[in-house]
């Protein structure tokens, strides 16, 4: 195969932002051929924009129209992983947006699918394609940090007015979301947390407020306490009601310190490694001599475009997956954990209990007021 026909489904701003530079072949190998939407204005627009493109109104047609070989899954939360595995059942290669879901329960499933499938699965972690987080990476997989010992992360630029919550009803609720800036804005945080780090907490006590700024059902308002295997802790703090807010990432390890803000990265490192130093100094007042060093950084983000021409390359040339789909758990694992910690009052442990946390999401549906008043 060297022209791997896309398929998108769902026409909303995703699925127009992908369909615009697939249609334009500024992907490499890749070509839209068919794009799927329930909503008449939006199959409308896609006509008009895309001719040429067969455009369907149901999903069940688009994947059995033989016009395709990949799927690119452009639709609410909840659906991915339903439609990661019909398209997985039709024979197709499978490109998901982030979030994997909303709950990890149904995502395993979905893994589970793509295993037995044999298919090229990828999750659109665009942010995987920055070269910033690309380079932490390397320095604490390599060593250059030693140790991990803290992580911290300030990801309090994703302001969100009223008005934004009150253009769909579907926003910002337990059943049209499935949560609030967790799962809709800072799932790529969540992932390069542990993506960065190769770390997996062993237990977490979180505090999420409901509705706190704004006139909303789910969490808008996050502060996150996290405790690794090795000792070393790490704290999460989001928030959608901060102008001007935060970005800063910061991981300290026992040889020096990464921060990346402002599209910069800083590296302070050690000279002698901090147990090293500790064990051996004899003054009184004193520290390891810190250097502040310049890191090279190669390369520019590729987004969207990025991440899809790496599926796309991985389904004609094999190449290895940036973001392969089945990683899409463990950010979501993350936020699933801060939300039961929340509702339990308590620490969680980690692996999740998945039961546990779709039995209180279920509740939460259940008694939520937007979809007793929506039922009316």
Same mark, same amino acid.
């Given at each position: ?44 627009w ?32 909840y659906?991915?992983p ?63 940090l ?25 926003? &910002? =609720?337990?059943? %049209?979301?499935? +949560?609030?800036?967790? $799962?809709?804005? #800072? ?10 780090t ?14 706190k ?19 070393a ?15 800063r ?10 921060v ?5 990265l ?12 500790? &064990? =051996?100094?004899? %003054?009184?007042? +004193?520290?390891?001599? $810190?250097?502040? #060093? ?24 094999a ?58």
């Open positions: 195969m060297t022209i791997v026909r896309v398929g998108i489904i769902g026409i909303g701003n995703m699925g127009k932002g992908h369909a615009q530079y697939l249609y334009q072949n500024e992907v490499i190998g890749a070509q839209l051929t068919a794009m799927c939407d329930e909503r008449l204005e939006q199959r409308l896609a006509e008009e924009n895309f001719p040429g493109v067969t455009i369907y109104a149901d999903v069940e047609s688009l994947l059995s129209s033989e016009l395709i070989d990949a799927v690119l899954v452009a639709t609410p939360h659906s991915h339903a439609l990661a595995i019909r398209s997985f059942e039709h024979g197709l290669h499978v490109m998901i947006e982030k979030p994997a879901g909303v709950f990890t329960k149904e995502v395993r499933a979905m893994n589970e699918a793509a295993k037995a499938s044999g298919k090229v699965f990828g999750i659109v972690y665009n942010q995987r394609t920055n070269p910033l987080y690309q380079k932490l990476r390397d320095l604490i997989a390599s060593g250059e030693g140790e991990i010992r803290r992580t911290n992360w300030i990801i309090t630029s994703w302001y969100r007015s009223q008005s934004y919550y009150n253009s769909g009803g579907w926003r &910002a =609720t337990w059943l %049209g979301e499935g +949560g609030g800036v967790l $799962i809709n804005q #800072c799932p790529h945080q969540l992932d390069l947390w542990q993506w960065t190769g770390l997996v907490p062993k237990r977490m006590r979180a505090f999420c407020s409901f509705g700024y704004r006139d909303i059902e789910v969490e808008d308002e996050v502060t996150a306490y996290v405790e690794y295997e090795n000792g802790t790490g704290v999460f703090i989001t928030t959608i009601a901060e102008p001007g807010g935060t970005n990432y910061e991981i300290v390890g026992d040889r020096g310190k990464v990346i803000e402002n599209e910069q800083s590296f302070w490192r050690l000279r002698t490694s901090e147990p090293e130093f500790n &064990a =051996t100094y004899t %003054g009184g007042f +004193g520290e390891p001599e $810190i250097w502040k #060093c310049e890191v090279p950084i190669k390369g520019a983000e590729t987004g969207h475009k990025g991440i899809v021409q790496n599926w796309i390359d991985g389904i004609v040339k190449t290895p997956l940036l973001a392969p789909g089945e990683e899409g758990i463990h950010g979501l694992t993350l936020s699933n954990a801060m939300l039961l910690s929340t509702w339990t009052d308590n620490w969680v442990e980690l692996p999740l209990d998945e039961e546990q946390f779709y039995t209180k999401l279920q509740e939460k549906i259940a008694n939520s007021e937007v979809t007793k008043h929506a039922k009316k």
